[in-house]
């Protein structure tokens, strides 16, 4: 079998299992239902997100830091090691 017949039968095969597929028997087939949330629900995930925020923060002043560090040019600055 050369390149040319794998790669037709390759490509035939994909072809042939992506029309012939169906949806999969688990799902309802209902998108459009819509899920009310209780206020406990919406405080926890607002609690999750300043957590996430808050972790944010030192972060980014840390990134500001090296990114300043890595800008400045320092000249004529000699280390003397005590031994």
């Not at 999969?24 to 209780?38: Q, R």
Request: net charge positive; with cysteine; hydrophobic share 50%.
């Amino acid at each position: 079998m050369n390149a040319k017949q794998t790669l037709t039968t390759v490509l035939s095969t994909a072809a042939i299992s992506l029309i012939t597929c169906t949806g999969a028997f688990a799902s309802s087939g209902v998108t459009n239902k819509v899920f009310v949330s209780g206020p406990l629900i919406l405080l926890f995930l607002g609690f999750c997100a300043l957590v996430v925020v808050m972790q944010c923060v030192p972060a980014i002043i840390m990134l500001y830091g090296m990114i300043k560090g890595s800008i400045s040019v320092k000249t004529g600055e000699e280390v003397k090691v005590k031994s």
